[in-house]
Nanobody, 114 residues
Framework: QVQFVESGGGLVQPGGSLRLSCAASGSIRSIYAMGWYRQAPGKQRALVAHLPSGGSPNYADSVKGRFTISRDNAKNTVYLQMNSLKPEDTAVHYC????????WGQGTQVTVSS
Protein backbone atom coordinates (compact mmCIF):
# COMPACT_ATOMS: atom_id res chain seq x y z
CA GLN A 1 0.00 0.00 0.00
CA VAL A 2 1.43 3.37 -1.02
CA GLN A 3 2.04 5.64 1.95
CA PHE A 4 2.40 9.40 2.00
CA VAL A 5 4.71 11.78 3.86
CA GLU A 6 3.69 15.42 4.01
CA SER A 7 6.07 18.33 4.54
CA GLY A 8 6.39 22.07 4.06
CA GLY A 9 4.10 23.37 6.77
CA GLY A 10 4.99 26.06 9.25
CA LEU A 11 4.03 29.34 10.85
CA VAL A 12 3.19 32.13 8.43
CA GLN A 13 1.59 35.55 8.73
CA PRO A 14 -1.78 36.28 7.12
CA GLY A 15 -1.30 36.96 3.43
CA GLY A 16 1.76 34.75 3.26
CA SER A 17 2.46 31.65 1.21
CA LEU A 18 3.54 28.07 1.75
CA ARG A 19 4.18 25.15 -0.56
CA LEU A 20 3.32 21.73 0.79
CA SER A 21 4.80 18.53 -0.60
CA CYS A 22 3.52 14.97 -0.39
CA ALA A 23 6.05 12.25 -1.14
CA ALA A 24 4.65 8.81 -1.92
CA SER A 25 6.43 5.60 -0.99
CA GLY A 26 5.58 4.14 -4.38
CA SER A 27 4.27 5.08 -7.76
CA ILE A 28 1.27 7.38 -7.91
CA ARG A 29 0.95 6.98 -11.65
CA SER A 30 -1.83 4.44 -11.28
CA ILE A 31 -3.69 6.46 -8.66
CA TYR A 32 -6.45 8.19 -10.56
CA ALA A 33 -6.96 11.16 -8.25
CA MET A 34 -4.84 12.61 -5.46
CA GLY A 35 -6.12 15.03 -2.89
CA TRP A 36 -5.10 17.38 -0.13
CA TYR A 37 -7.16 17.36 3.04
CA ARG A 38 -7.01 19.35 6.25
CA GLN A 39 -8.25 19.03 9.79
CA ALA A 40 -8.63 22.11 11.95
CA PRO A 41 -8.88 21.84 15.74
CA GLY A 42 -12.28 20.54 16.75
CA LYS A 43 -13.34 19.87 13.17
CA GLN A 44 -13.51 16.86 10.89
CA ARG A 45 -10.97 16.28 8.18
CA ALA A 46 -12.13 17.83 4.93
CA LEU A 47 -11.08 17.75 1.28
CA VAL A 48 -9.33 20.93 0.18
CA ALA A 49 -8.32 20.11 -3.37
CA HIS A 50 -8.03 17.12 -5.64
CA LEU A 51 -6.49 16.44 -9.00
CA PRO A 52 -7.28 13.55 -11.34
CA SER A 53 -4.37 12.27 -13.38
CA GLY A 54 -4.49 14.17 -16.65
CA GLY A 55 -7.55 16.06 -15.51
CA SER A 56 -8.55 19.41 -14.08
CA PRO A 57 -8.19 20.31 -10.41
CA ASN A 58 -11.11 20.85 -8.08
CA TYR A 59 -11.07 23.06 -5.00
CA ALA A 60 -13.16 23.70 -1.94
CA ASP A 61 -14.86 27.08 -2.18
CA SER A 62 -12.89 28.31 0.82
CA VAL A 63 -9.55 27.99 -1.02
CA LYS A 64 -10.55 28.57 -4.63
CA GLY A 65 -8.34 31.18 -6.27
CA ARG A 66 -5.71 30.93 -3.52
CA PHE A 67 -4.51 27.31 -3.58
CA THR A 68 -3.09 25.30 -6.48
CA ILE A 69 -2.69 21.53 -6.49
CA SER A 70 -0.26 19.80 -8.80
CA ARG A 71 1.29 16.37 -9.17
CA ASP A 72 4.54 15.07 -10.59
CA ASN A 73 4.06 11.40 -11.37
CA ALA A 74 7.73 10.99 -12.26
CA LYS A 75 8.72 12.12 -8.76
CA ASN A 76 5.74 10.44 -7.05
CA THR A 77 4.99 13.78 -5.41
CA VAL A 78 1.92 15.95 -5.02
CA TYR A 79 2.12 19.65 -4.19
CA LEU A 80 -0.17 22.28 -2.74
CA GLN A 81 0.79 25.90 -3.33
CA MET A 82 -1.03 28.05 -0.82
CA ASN A 83 -1.15 31.81 -1.30
CA SER A 84 -2.98 34.61 0.50
CA LEU A 85 -3.18 32.49 3.60
CA LYS A 86 -5.81 33.30 6.22
CA PRO A 87 -6.03 32.40 9.91
CA GLU A 88 -8.87 30.02 9.06
CA ASP A 89 -6.42 27.97 6.97
CA THR A 90 -4.75 26.87 10.20
CA ALA A 91 -4.93 23.08 10.26
CA VAL A 92 -2.99 19.87 9.86
CA HIS A 93 -2.79 19.18 6.15
CA TYR A 94 -2.72 15.65 4.71
CA CYS A 95 -2.54 14.07 1.28
CA UNK A 96 -4.22 10.86 0.21
CA UNK A 97 -6.03 9.35 -2.70
CA UNK A 98 -9.37 10.84 -3.57
CA UNK A 99 -11.54 9.23 -2.32
CA UNK A 100 -9.17 8.49 0.55
CA UNK A 101 -8.21 5.14 2.02
CA UNK A 102 -7.43 4.55 5.70
CA UNK A 103 -3.67 5.00 5.31
CA TRP A 104 -3.06 8.54 6.50
CA GLY A 105 0.36 10.08 7.06
CA GLN A 106 1.36 12.32 9.96
CA GLY A 107 0.33 15.43 8.13
CA THR A 108 2.03 18.82 8.23
CA GLN A 109 0.90 21.66 10.48
CA VAL A 110 0.04 24.99 8.88
CA THR A 111 -0.45 27.88 11.29
CA VAL A 112 -1.49 31.29 10.01
CA SER A 113 -1.13 33.93 12.67
CA SER A 114 0.27 37.38 13.18
Amino acid sequence: QVQFVESGGGLVQPGGSLRLSCAASGSIRSIYAMGWYRQAPGKQRALVAHLPSGGSPNYADSVKGRFTISRDNAKNTVYLQMNSLKPEDTAVHYCNREPPNNYWGQGTQVTVSS
